[in-house]
């Protein structure tokens, strides 16, 4: 089930509140006390940067499983993300230098040490606009990474109605050959019984990877019968052929950025597990360097604009998807369902200053 932990900062007594919690993510995760500690201090940095730097924010925590082929290298990670309307980051390059401080009272490096430390880092920043800040902590540092980059990624978060503890949401990936599968799962209802519904998705994406989406979706409807149900939308994208299929059962969303233009991907109607339609329809779509997925359940205001800056388009996923669900929502407009974001795009990390995750 889909573990989240989601902190507002506002003030001091609430950076405590966040390390206890990416404590807790640590152990949740499985990682060791060396590389939990290392995201309680990561945990604690954002958190005192949101307040030093943008007036506030959150922080929001969620466990994040990798792809079945690098489960036994890697294992489940800590994701940190630290989202703000602040006024963003003048200079990142030198905020992400260790020591760096605008303020007397700095914790310690900061950024920097995010950065040094996380297996992992993501950071987007605009000015007037705010920053997301992405983190991931898993069992290894990034000094010891030596696995060969994909090219393509997927990331995602992944937030709860009212801070619950579980999110009934679920995204997750899976690489067989030069085939990159990417699910959302929104399970009916909230809560654990929501939750134990886009579990068992994934559970089965997990298996069942290497199928294609409505073949896929058959399987899920069976796997997903001892449950509530499901609303769920699969992506495939074939490297081989440069072509992306797409296909859903219920209310997901999906948007698909091509030749520099939005377009809508459109879900059938039904509920996987209960109410599974006669046919499903199949979406070919060309692929290229430039291409970017965007899923998302019904938690996102159906109204929400994509993206307008190319400069976000070029990061990480994980990153794109904070982004994107931090835009749809604020204090005066908040969420009003599980809310998760998932993205697929071509690995565009060229160097030390993409900071990507």
């Given at each position: ?23 807790e993510a640590g152990a949740y995760a499985g990682l060791d006390a060396h590389r ?235 509920i996987v597990g209960a109410h599974f339609p006669a046919g499903v329809p ?76």
């Amino acid at each position: 089930m889909s573990r989240v932990w989601d902190i507002p900062v506002q003030d001091s007594t609430r950076v405590r509140d966040v390390r206890v919690a990416a404590e807790e993510a640590g152990a949740y995760a499985g990682l060791d006390a060396h590389r939990t500690a290392v995201a309680a201090l990561a945990a604690t940095e954002l958190a005192t940067n949101l307040l030093k730097h943008a007036g506030g924010g959150r922080i929001l925590i969620n466990i994040v499983e990798p792809p079945p082929a690098d489960e036994a290298a890697r294992g489940p990670s800590v994701q940190l993300f630290a989202l703000d309307h602040g006024p963003g980051i003048a200079d990142v390059g030198a905020a992400l230098r260790d020591g760096y401080t605008t303020v007397n009272t700095s914790l310690g490096a900061g950024l920097g040490t995010c950065l040094r430390m996380s297996s992992d880092f993501g950071l987007f920043s605009a000015r007037g606009r705010g920053t997301v800040v992405a983190a991931r902590i898993d069992q290894r540092s990034a000094e010891r990474r030596t696995e060969t980059a994909p090219r393509v990624r997927a990331g995602g978060v992944n937030m709860s109605l009212a801070r619950a503890e579980h999110s009934g949401d679920a995204w997750s990936w899976a690489r067989s050959g030069s085939r990159t599968t990417l699910m959302l799962a929104d399970g009916l209802g909230h809560g654990t019984k929501a939750a134990a519904a886009s579990g068992a998705a994934v559970g089965e994406l997990r298996r069942r990877g290497h199928l294609a989406p409505v073949e896929l979706l058959r399987h899920l409807h069976t796997a997903l019968r001892p449950t509530r149900g499901a609303a769920v939308a699969v992506a495939q994208l074939d490297e081989d052929t440069g072509e992306l299929s797409f296909a859903g059962v219920g209310n997901i969303g999906a948007r698909l950025h091509h030749a520099g233009t939005w377009q809508a991907l459109v879900s059938h109607p039904g509920i996987v597990g209960a109410h599974f339609p006669a046919g499903v329809p199949l979406r070919r779509v060309p692929w290229t360097g430039d291409s970017l997925l965007v899923l998302h359940s019904d938690g996102l205001p159906s109204r929400w604009s994509p993206p307008d800056d190319t400069r976000l388009l070029r990061h990480d996923p994980a990153v794109v998807a904070a982004v994107v669900l931090r835009d749809a929502s604020s204090p005066a407009r908040p969420v009003r369902d599980d809310t998760s974001v998932a993205v697929l795009a071509p690995d565009r990390r060229t160097g030390t200053h993409d900071h990507s995750i």
